[in-house]
């Protein structure tokens, strides 16, 4: 499923978990505990599966139907696409590489379904190789599965209801009015209660991937027929591996479900396999790393296997001596469960799943302080934002020197009569305070203004006001891209709140004076040992944020989807229109 787990090429699972139990090692010194995991991490074995989550039977249909809640938009209020129209890959230019789609090969034909399209309208009705088939995909439970009808049943098309069963899509067919839980694919009331449409497994992955595999490719595109925001999406983002954000990233399902588990977190990937009567989730982590998950199903050997070009999984079962496509889905484990809580479950410890993670949190941070310096550059390649950075840093180190003393202004005065220039460059690393030198000029070029010059003081200074204009730069130049904005342009510009602990780091004078004498006094005692950790903690949290805001603008150049690319009215709406660099 959720293009965020599987666009990361698969590493080996005891180097990726061995790195995360050293991040971890490194940060608690428990080396003991840390001989342990090494040793818990020394196996390759994937963990025994487990064969029920609890005792007892799947809910019944007629449990499904009364458990029907409404979503909010009522019947057809989120329009299916009934007259899908296709464009060949090299023409999709609404897509960026990272962008997550639905993968289809049926029939001889290949087929892709983007994620931000189908987002907006959960149901396709297609036709592929001569055959009726409905794409279907619901968001809350990241679930995306084909249909088609089976044989001695009348072709279907399929609308939404407006209602939600375990906070998964519920559909109805236009032909007979029955109602389908997608995630089920069975009809749990009305002429067809009881009967299974026919699956055809999608898969999750990146549009580079899919193009990569499949140039061929055809891609559902955004002339859809109605006005969407296509490129935004309402409920979160799936961005670049780790990061996914809003409903999508963590928390519980909005709408209620029928039975929970806290076996996985709720929003947590599964792949979902079922053989007849019988079910199997198997973690996807587990896949991820392992390459090969082997189980069995009722009797019937499964194999879920990694697909290195496509980042995702795929599972086949054992029919005779061939393996042909089993009937599989990703789903978050919560919808999973709510289904089938007396299925199978295959994963790994949870110990070697959190080192695993680690590794991989280890690695994303790398990336993204190796990709730093680019995105600071091409944030600072636009005029307005390069003109943001050198305003914010010149006042930055006014207020720093200020801070410290090193800049002083008299509205009375006071300096009459000082000498207009002293020099005393044996001071040059005399240390007054905690990164704090002697100067080594004095100039009073007025009577209400003393300059103190010391080349150390104005390093330290320039170093601070040059991270901070670097982080209102980033934070400006991600508020304008239509990347940004499908979040929120605002949450951007939080990126930069860190940078303002600069005037409690550097400017401890100027923070006691406003409190007053009394309250000075009151605090001093435990502001003062502390200065000397003032400003490294400024550093670390203004290139923490700096690095942590141009992961934010990894899609830089980002655009506001262009539905004219295909013909889509919607273009004619307004977008936001990403800065060029050198422009006004």
């Not at 698969?10 to 991040?23: C, E």
């Not at 998964?168 to 236009?174: E, F, G, P």
């Not at 990347?483 to 923070?511: D, E, I, K, M, N």
Request: charged share 20%.
């Amino acid at each position: 499923m959720n293009g965020q787990n599987d666009r990361k090429r698969p590493r080996p699972l005891r180097r990726q978990a061995l790195k995360g139990g050293a991040v971890v090692c490194a940060i608690s010194l428990v080396l003991a505990g840390g001989a342990i995991l090494g040793g818990k991490l020394a196996s390759d074995e994937p963990s025994d599966p487990v064969t029920a989550i609890q005792p007892g039977q799947d809910p019944s249909l007629e449990a499904l139907a009364g458990a029907a809640v409404s979503g909010g938009p009522g019947k057809d209020g989120i329009p299916s696409i009934d007259k899908p129209r296709f464009v060949a890959a090299g023409e999709a230019g609404f897509l960026d590489d990272d962008d997550p789609v639905f993968g289809l090969e049926y029939r001889g034909e290949v087929r892709a379904y983007p994620q931000l399209v189908l987002v907006w309208h959960e149901i396709v009705n297609d036709t592929v190789g001569g055959e009726p088939l409905a794409v279907t995909y619901c968001p809350l439970t990241g679930t995306v599965i084909a249909f088609s009808a089976p044989p001695g049943v009348q072709d279907l098309t399929f609308g939404t209801t407006g209602k939600l069963v375990n906070s998964n899509l519920l559909m109805y067919d236009r032909q007979t009015g029955s109602q389908w839980p997608q995630l089920l694919g069975q009809a749990v009331s009305g002429p067809l209660k009881g009967t299974k449409l026919d699956t055809v497994p999608l898969v999750w992955t990146t549009w580079k991937q899919w193009r990569t595999a499949h140039p061929d490719t055809e891609v559902l595109s955004t002339d859809t027929g109605a006005l969407r925001s296509y490129g935004s999406d309402p409920y979160g983002s799936y961005d670049s591996f780790p990061d996914r954000s809003g409903y999508y990233a963590k928390g519980r399902p909005i709408f209620p479900v029928l039975a929970s588990s806290d076996r996985f977190a709720d929003k947590d990937v599964v792949i979902g396999v079922r053989v007849g009567k019988e079910r199997l989730a198997i973690d996807k982590d587990l896949v991820r790393t392992h390459r090969t998950v082997r189980a069995e199903v009722g009797g019937t050997p499964v194999e879920a296997r990694w697909d290195d070009g496509l980042g995702t999984a795929r599972v086949f079962q054992q029919e005779g001596e061939r393996w042909e496509p089993a009937d599989f889905l990703d789903a978050m484990w919560f919808a999973w469960y709510a289904f089938y809580p007396n299925g199978q479950v295959r994963t790994m410890s949870r110990l070697l799943t959190a080192l695993a993670r680690t590794g991989d949190a280890w690695d994303a941070a790398a990336v993204a302080i190796k990709t730093t310096p680019g995105r600071v550059r091409a944030a600072l390649a636009v005029r307005r934002h390069r003109r943001t950075a050198l305003i914010a840093a010149s006042l930055t180190l006014l207020v720093y020197l200020f801070s410290i003393g090193d800049l002083a202004v008299s509205i009375s005065g006071r300096f009459t009569g000082a000498p207009v220039l002293q020099t005393a460059p044996g001071q040059l690393l005399q240390v007054r305070a905690p990164y704090l030198f002697e100067p080594v000029l004095a100039w009073h070029p007025t009577s209400h203004l003393a300059i103190l010059l010391s080349p150390v003081n104005l390093l330290l200074g320039a170093v601070v006001a040059a991270l901070v204009g670097c982080n209102l730069a980033v934070a400006a130049h991600a508020a304008r891209q239509a990347a940004s904005c499908r979040r929120t342009r605002y949450a951007r510009l939080l990126g930069v709140l860190p940078a303002f602990l600069l005037g409690f780091a550097c400017c401890v004078p100027t923070f006691l004076l406003v409190l007053g004498a009394s309250t000075a006094a009151a605090i001093l005692p435990v502001l003062i040992p502390l200065r000397p950790v003032f400003y490294p903690l400024t550093l670390l949290m203004l290139t923490g944020t700096l690095v942590w805001g141009t992961s934010r603008t990894g899609r830089a150049g980002r655009r506001t989807r262009h539905a004219g690319d295909t013909g889509n009215a919607a273009a004619q709406a307004p977008s936001v229109v990403p800065d060029t660099p050198d422009t006004q």
